[in-house]
C-alpha cells in the first residue's frame, strides 16, 4: 500500500434486513465500495439520501461490521479487530456530526465539553495543561473565551459546530468525518465552517471525509469527490474535472440539478470563493 494512503476501503460490502419482512430479504446499503483517503486530503461523498454515505462512514470508524471487505488504517488491517486492540485506532478518527445541537449534551457547559475527549483518552491530565489546551483549541475554532461557560443552546447552530470541531480536534486525530457537517447552517455560517475546516485541515495535516449531498458544498472544500449511487461508487475526480468533463450519468444529473454550480460553470462566482 502506498504510503500516502490513511484509509483503504477494499470491495466492502454492508447490507441489512429490511423490517416487516423475511430475515431473507435484505437491503444493500453499501455495495462492494472501494476507495483510498490519502493523508492530508479532503475526500467527499457526494450522492442523495439513502445512497449509503453515513453507512460507509460508521464502516469506516469501525462503528458498524462490514459483511465483507476489509478497511485499513494506516497499514493496519482494522476489519476484525475489537475491544482493546480497536481502541486506538478509534482515538485517531473522530466524527462531526451534522447536528451539534442534538450531539452536544445540552447539560453540559461548552469547557466541559470540549475537555471530555480529552478526559476520555487521558490526554493532558494536568489541570494547567488542560485549561491551556482548551483555549488553544478555542482560538483554533475562533470562539470567544466567553463561550466557555454556556451551555450548548446560548450558543449559535455555526457556535456550536465549531464546538463540535473543537472537540473533535482535541485528541489530535489524523481523520475527521464530517457528515453533513454543514448541511444544519445557513449558507453565510455555512461558508464560515467550510473556511475553518479548510484552514484547520491544512494547519494540522488532516485527513478529511466529507459528506454532503450538496455539489456546491463540495466543490469548495474537497481535493476529490466520490460521487455515490444506491450504494456504490460511480465516479471519483477531482472537483474541476468533475464539474468540467463528468463520466457518469448520474454525475451529470447531479451537476445540472444544481443552480450554484450551473453558475460556476457559466463563470459565475461560487459564493463560498473568497
Ligand atoms: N441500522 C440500519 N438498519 C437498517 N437499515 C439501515 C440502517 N442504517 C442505514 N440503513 C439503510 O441503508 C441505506 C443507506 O442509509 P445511509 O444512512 O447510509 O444513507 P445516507 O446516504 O447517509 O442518507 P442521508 O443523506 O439521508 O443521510 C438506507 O436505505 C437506510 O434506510
Ligand atoms: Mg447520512
Not at 476507495?35 to 458498524?64: Q, W
Not at 442534538?102 to 475527549?117: F, G, H, Q, V
Request: charged content about 25%.
Amino acid at each position: 500500500m502506498s504510503e500516502n494512503v490513511l484509509v483503504s476501503v477494499h470491495n466492502v460490502t454492508k447490507s441489512f434486513s429490511l423490517a416487516g419482512t423475511f430475515k431473507k430479504k435484505r437491503h444493500t446499503a453499501v455495495n462492494n465500495v472501494s476507495l483510498d483517503i490519502l493523508k492530508g486530503e479532503t475526500l467527499a461523498l457526494v450522492g442523495e439520501s439513502g445512497c449509503g454515505k453515513s453507512t460507509l462512514a460508521r464502516l469506516i470508524m469501525r462503528l458498524t461490521e462490514p459483511d465483507s471487505g476489509e478497511i485499513i488504517f494506516d497499514g493496519t488491517d482494522i476489519t476484525s479487530l475489537s475491544g482493546r486492540a480497536l481502541r486506538p485506532f478509534r482515538k485517531r478518527m473522530q466524527m462531526v456530526f451534522q447536528d451539534p445541537a442534538s450531539s452536544l449534551d445540552p447539560r453540559m457547559k461548552i469547557r466541559d465539553i470540549i475537555a471530555e475527549p480529552m478526559e476520555i483518552w487521558k490526554i493532558c491530565p494536568d489541570r494547567r495543561e488542560r485549561a491551556e489546551r482548551i483555549m488553544e483549541l478555542l482560538e483554533m475554532v475562533e470562539l470567544k473565551e466567553s463561550a466557555l461557560d454556556k451551555y450548548p443552546d446560548q450558543l449559535s447552530g455555526g457556535q456550536r459546530q465549531r464546538v463540535g470541531i473543537a472537540r473533535a480536534i482535541s485528541i489530535d486525530p489524523e481523520l475527521i468525518i464530517c457528515d453533513e457537517s454543514v448541511s444544519a447552517l445557513d449558507v453565510s455560517v455555512q461558508a464560515q465552517i467550510l473556511n475553518l475546516l479548510k484552514r484547520l485541515k491544512k494547519k494540522l495535516g488532516l485527513s478529511c471525509l466529507f459528506i454532503s449531498h450538496d455539489l456546491s458544498v463540495v466543490d469548495f472544500i474537497a481535493d476529490r469527490v466520490c460521487v455515490m449511487l444506491n450504494g456504490e461508487i460511480c465516479e471519483t475526480a477531482e472537483p474541476d474535472i468533475l464539474f468540467t468533463k463528468p463520466q457518469h450519468e448520474y454525475t451529470r444529473y447531479l451537476i445540472s440539478s444544481i443552480p450554484e454550480i450551473k453558475a460556476f460553470i457559466n463563470g459565475g462566482k461560487n459564493e463560498y470563493h473568497q
